[in-house]
């Protein structure tokens, strides 16, 4: 069963109901307890880093996570849940879970035309390769994203997608058992549904 | 790199959890469960919806947040809702339903600030205006709020651009007159919008098919199209209920 965690923040229903269409079971948990016999664990998240770290903390997720992180369990993180695998974000000046090394900052434009959150479809490309996001050059892989700070992996090898919004950013992060995706694979459509396809099928759940 | 392909938006009208059509804001129809539509557009993959609570701000009521939290989990893209949006606090509960814009209309009257309150907050794009609009009896057009029940003494493209000054980030001219009619877009005011902002103008209100979303999009500078009765009924045809999608291209 995967684990969607909720803490408070985040599109826990549209995230369950996109792996159930994908072909997955998933089930919403607010209590830390029903995370141990998780086969993975998804950590969403809208809004600010800094409320999110207290609401995990407060909720006795932390421990929780290390362990089945310590447990090599699939992690995927979305949207400032992926923000929230990195060390460190500029949004509170508070730190993350740090499994994947890297920082968190705000977006700046000179440029009006930039506005902020950087909110809209926008393509990814796949860094290396993996069996997550199609490399396949005929169609470029889109998504939804809303956000205003975003992820600087501190080791390339990390990065396993990246997005141009501005000025070249992480779209997606991998690490080991760990993933990361900035945008909304679930208010992503196809494009979202290939992605969980993916997941489910790499990780066998 | 952003993805710019010409957005075409299916609205959908809802009231007491109702997917209804109006005719010119008059005669709702039942439809359907709204749910429902939600997974044809899932299906059929479209990119944005919008969903509008009509019997909300006119009979002095707030979002259905139970409801709403219902339609944002099934959706499989991001949701514009309006209806009943008449403070900060309200909208902000609106976002933490799962919706990702807000759609205002009625609030506009009286307290137009609260677009710059949200815009501040949350970013432009998460604020849309809809611009409701109608024929006055002795000629020109006018704003129109609560439904289409009041009004306010301003030009129409003055107004876009003030919405625009407060930090709205997108403007849907929604034609009273033309809604449900299948009769075209007006195209004479979106041109007047368009120039008059330098945001996107949507027009809604009169689409009979694609030729109409085109010429929108190609001739009179719409930067994304919106319809409802076009993706509801089949045929342009009222007693004839079928949800469906297709861009222009």
């Known amino acids: 069963m995967i684990n969607i965690i909720d803490y408070g923040m985040g599109n826990t229903v549209s995230i369950r109901n996109m792996i159930v269409k994908a072909g997955g079971k998933a089930q919403i948990s607010g209590d830390p307890e029903k995370l141990s016999l998780a086969k993975a664990i998804i950590l969403p998240g809208v809004g600010n880093f800094g409320k999110a770290m207290e609401l995990i903390h407060a909720g006795g997720f932390k421990a929780i996570i290390d362990e089945k992180v310590k447990e090599k369990v699939p992690v995927l993180g979305i949207c400032l849940g992926m923000q929230l695998l990195l060390d460190h974000s500029e949004e509170g000046d508070v730190s993350g879970l740090g499994y994947i090394p890297g920082e968190v900052k705000k977006f700046i434009f000179a440029d009006r035309q930039y506005k902020i959150p950087h909110m809209g479809w926008d393509e990814v490309e796949a860094a290396k390769a993996n069996d997550l996001i199609p490399q396949d050059a005929a169609e470029k892989q889109r998504f939804y994203f809303v956000h205003s700070y975003f992820a600087q992996c501190e080791n390339e090898s990390d990065v396993l997608c990246k997005t141009v919004y501005g000025h070249e950013f992480h779209s997606a992060v991998h690490r080991d058992h760990i993933t990361g995706v900035q945008f909304h694979p679930e208010k992503s459509h196809r494009f979202g549904l290939t992605f969980f396809r993916n997941y489910l099928k790499h990780y066998g759940l | ?249």
């Open chain 2, 1 to 249: 790199m952003a993805y710019n392909v010409s957005r075409v938006i299916p609205v959908l009208t809802v009231k007491n959890r109702e997917l209804v059509k109006t005719l010119k804001f008059g005669n709702p129809k039942y439809i359907g469960d709204p749910i429902n539509a939600i997974k044809v557009f899932n299906d059929k993959e479209c990119d944005e919806l919008m969903v509008l609570d009509i019997g909300a701000s006119v009979n002095g009521k707030s979002p259905d947040f139970v409801h709403l939290k219902e339609m944002a989990g099934e959706a499989f893209m991001p949701i514009g809702y309006g209806g009943g949006i008449h403070s900060f606090e309200t909208a902000r509960q609106v976002f933490q339903c799962g919706i990702e814009k807000v759609v205002l209309n009625s609030v506009l009257l009286e307290n137009p600030g609260i677009v710059d309150e949200i815009a501040a907050h949350y970013g432009n794009q998460s604020v849309v205006i809809s611009l409701d609009y109608k024929k006055e009896f002795f000629g020109g057009l006018k704003p129109v709020f609560f439904s289409g029940k009041k009004s306010k003494k301003i030009h129409i493209a003055a107004f876009a651009k003030e919405m625009e000054d407060r930090g709205a980030g997108e403007i849907i001219l929604h034609s009273v007159d033309r809604e449900g009619t299948f009769s075209g877009y007006d195209l004479e005011l979106l041109q007047e919008v368009v120039h008059a902002t330098t945001i996107p103008v949507v027009p809604l209100g009169g689409a009979g098919g694609n030729a109409d979303l085109d010429k929108a999009l190609e001739s009179a500078g719409a930067h994304a199209v919106a319809a409802a009765s076009l993706f509801v009924f089949k045929n342009n045809d009222r007693n004839s209920i079928l949800i469906n999608y297709s861009t222009t291209k």
